[in-house]
């Protein structure tokens, strides 16, 4: 048997391996899922072509995958997108998902959220002859859907709990006798399982050949796989089974491979033509902001973001950790000025829906939630959505983010983010599967100063890069962003923990880092202390330290100790680099606020030219702003204010100039440019605040988030 520092450097070796395999699976399980991806691509493929090429089939094979030639009821449907629904444009995929339901087919959508799937069911069910089912999960979503359908002059209703006697009545004499105008009516999964009565009803329909078309929005509820498993959703296969021969269009925001393939058998619609958009939310601004460590100082910088970036009670939602954050939170903001309420399961019910009900009216400016205020959020206009605390993952952060601009329009998403928030979420979420590669994935998109932030969407989903078009804070900025080789201050924190260690002691990251503050002034470059917060964060989540986590009879606490690639640093195998923030020039924020705008303003720029091409039929009227002044417009970036203005000078010469100047108007006041003059720091209220005494709303590790 060798010495106990023999046995430990082969642990720490096999550790490292272990390591290794454990990538190695992951890459091969990635690999396997494109794998079968690409595997049921080609099946569907075959099967589409010999259903089209089977006997007694009218479709010509060739026209069977080709959604986007033109078909019949092309002018019918124009006609409604525009003249009902107010819409002068499809968005990418929409055309193509109403013809294949149009055609009878089944259908798979996959499309982010606000992307505009509601079009894709209720434009055929407006086509169609009878009467459209649509399966929802949620009472409040199908009350607003509703709501909108019957602004619009549609004859549409729901079978619920809440519906009236008398409508109740109506909606069953429509179904079995055909009397009356109904076009669309929602029921949630629980009606199509429990109801005998309704499905008795919806038979009839059927029978009499008055069904058009069903749709069940939310699909990924149906699997166990999905985020939200409802146990209702698993028998919605037997509509198809009952009614074999009408359209089933199934629709979600997010579905990977394995839930995909879980619906289609749920549903049993193994044929459906299966549409996936793009994650990307091109109208989305990302950024990432350094979380002050003072809990007032945070607060007082949401606050002045809101009043200054969204004047004119511009909706928006604060997600926080826990539900005693939300309230402190919805008061400060109260307090200084904000109309703002909380939301978290905790509260009852009716209050819920009150303030819900509130915020969605305009009559309050910000939710703050926490993660209970999730799906059901349909509100077009929120045009920020701000995290207090850290998401769990880069997908509950991408749903989360991914409430604003539902509308298209330029909207921001702003992640508050300190390492000392990571070992909070970590106690929360260690003991769920992969709960810390999770974490870890999306602390790497906070720590990170120098890649674009939605390229670790696109990676994170597997999609092919796009371009950002200065859309995130990373690529708008024009902070100097350096790396440092810190491999000696990492080495000094691996050999501190081994002390530790031997000693029997132990360290939370906070206590930590205090340590390290004075040992690493011996080597260099000298990190502040929020530098040294970042490293041990990016060595916990490059595995070369790990976290450990020890149980009280009130919480967990997470320690640090050497992980399984320690051994590689320490032995000078393995260099680590930390990405910071490199002297500003006085104007940086200022520059960087410029930036956004002009993206901003480049976006809807793009939206517009769009907008105004499709409204004269595709082709853009050069007369009205020459594809020269756009481009110009497109490629010039302002870097100083007088270059702005002379931006926006152009703009009001231009027909079109003054409605997109009103358009990007509240995305940022044009009025800040006085700031240029003003060498202020990135946040003012710090400044403001010094000598008053720092107030901490919380940083307790709650029950929930
Ligand atoms: N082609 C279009 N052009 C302009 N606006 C559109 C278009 N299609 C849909 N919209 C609008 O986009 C917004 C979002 O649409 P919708 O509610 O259908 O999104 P969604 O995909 O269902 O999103 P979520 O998953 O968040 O519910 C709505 O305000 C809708 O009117």
Not at 287 to 302: C, G, N, W
Not at 316 to 340: H, M, N, P, T
Not at 477 to 491: F, P, T
Not at 518 to 532: N, Q, T, Y
Request: proline residues 4%.
């Amino acid at each position: 048997m060798g010495s106990t520092e023999e046995l430990f450097d082969e642990l720490l070796g096999v550790e490292s391996e272990l390591q290794d395999v454990e990538d190695q699976i992951k890459s091969l399980l990635t690999r396997q899922e494109n794998l079968h991806e690409r595997q049921s691509e080609l099946k569907a493929l075959l099967e589409a072509s010999e259903f089209a090429t089977s006997p007694g089939r009218d479709l010509a094979p060739e026209t069977v995958e080709n959604w986007s030639q033109p078909f019949e009821w092309d002018t019918q449907a124009d006609d409604v997108r525009f003249n009902i629904f107010g819409i002068s444009a499809y968005r990418a995929n929409q055309r193509e998902i109403v013809n294949a339901a149009m055609s009878g087919r089944d259908v798979l959508v996959i499309m982010a959220a606000g992307g505009g799937k509601s079009l894709c069911y209720q434009l055929p069910a407006i086509l169609r002859n009878g009467v459209a089912l649509v399966v929802s999960p949620l009472l409040s979503l199908i009350q607003d859907q509703v709501m909108g359908l019957a602004a619009l002059g549609i004859s549409a209703f729901m079978l619920t709990s809440t519906t009236s006697k008398e409508d109740e009545k109506f909606i069953y004499k429509a179904l079995e006798k055909g009397e009356g105008e109904l076009k669309i009516l929602y029921v949630t999964p629980e009606k199509i399982s429990k109801s005998k009565r309704f499905m008795s009803k919806l038979e009839k329909c059927h029978h009499a050949g008055r069904l058009s078309l069903i749709a069940i929005d939310e699909a990924h509820c149906c699997s166990q796989w999905g985020h939200d498993f409802r146990p209702d959703y698993k028998n919605l296969g037997i509509l198809k089974t009952q009614f074999p021969n009408i359209p089933v269009i199934a629709l979600t925001a997010t579905a990977t491979r394995k839930v995909q393939e879980d619906l289609k058998e749920m549903l049993r619609i193994p044929r459906c033509v299966r549409f996936v958009s793009t994650v990307n939310r091109p109208n989305l601004f990302y950024m990432v902001r350094e979380k002050p460590s003072v809990a007032k100082t945070l607060i007082d910088e949401i606050a002045e973001y809101i009043q200054m970036s969204h004047p004119n009670n511009e909706s928006g939602i604060v997600y926080c950790f826990s539900r005693k954050e939300c309230e402190q939170v919805a008061k400060e903001l109260r307090d200084r000025g904000i109309s703002a309420d909380y939301y978290h399961a905790d509260t009852d019910v009716n209050v819920r829906e009150r303030v819900h009900h509130r915020w969605s009216n305009g009559k309050l400016q910000v939710i703050v939630g926490t993660v209970a205020f999730g799906m059901g959020i349909n509100k077009p206009d929120v045009r920020f959505v701000i995290h207090h605390s850290l998401s769990k993952s880069m997908e509950t952060y991408y749903q989360e983010s991914g409430r604003a601009g539902r509308d298209g329009l330029p909207s921001e998403c702003i992640l508050y983010f300190r390492p000392a928030d990571v070992p909070r979420q970590s106690s929360m979420v260690f003991f769920e599967n992969a709960g810390l590669q999770n974490l870890y994935d999306i602390v790497r998109y906070c720590q990170t100063k120098g890649e674009c932030r939605r390229s670790a969407f696109f990676k994170h989903f597997a999609e092919p890069l796009q371009d950002c078009n200065g859309m995130c804070d990373n690529c708008a900025s024009s902070g100097e962003v350096k790396e440092l080789d810190v491999s000696d201050h990492a080495r000094l924190i691996i050999s501190s923990l081994q002390n530790m260690q031997d000693n029997d002691q132990r360290a939370t990251m906070l206590q930590l880092v205090d340590k390290m503050k004075v040992k690493h002034k011996e080597i260099g470059p000298e990190l502040k202390r929020d530098e040294l917060e970042q490293l041990v964060i990016h060595l916990i989540v490059e595995r070369v330290l790990k976290e450990e986590f020890q149980h009280t009879a009130y919480t967990t606490n997470s320690y640090i100790s050497v992980g399984p690639l320690a051994k590689q640093v320490s032995q000078g195998n393995k260099i680590i680099r930390l990405e910071v923030s490199g002297t500003k020039n006085s104007g940086s924020n200022i520059i960087s606020k410029l930036k956004r705008k002009s993206s901003g303003l480049e976006f809807r720029l793009d939206q517009l030219r769009k907008e105004l091409a499709s409204a004269h039929g595709g082709i853009f009227p050069h007369s009205v702003l020459s594809t020269q002044q756009i481009s110009t417009l497109c490629t010039e970036r302002p870097k100083t204010a007088e270059q702005l203005e002379e931006i926006i000078g152009k703009l009001k010469t231009m027909k079109y100039g003054k409605r997109i100047l009103e358009e990007i108007d509240n995305y940022e006041s044009s009025n800040k440019l006085e700031d240029f003059s003003d060498d202020k720091e990135d946040r003012p209220p710090a400044k403001k605040l010094r000598g008053k005494k720092p107030v901490m709303i919380v940083d307790s590790s709650e029950d929930e988030a």
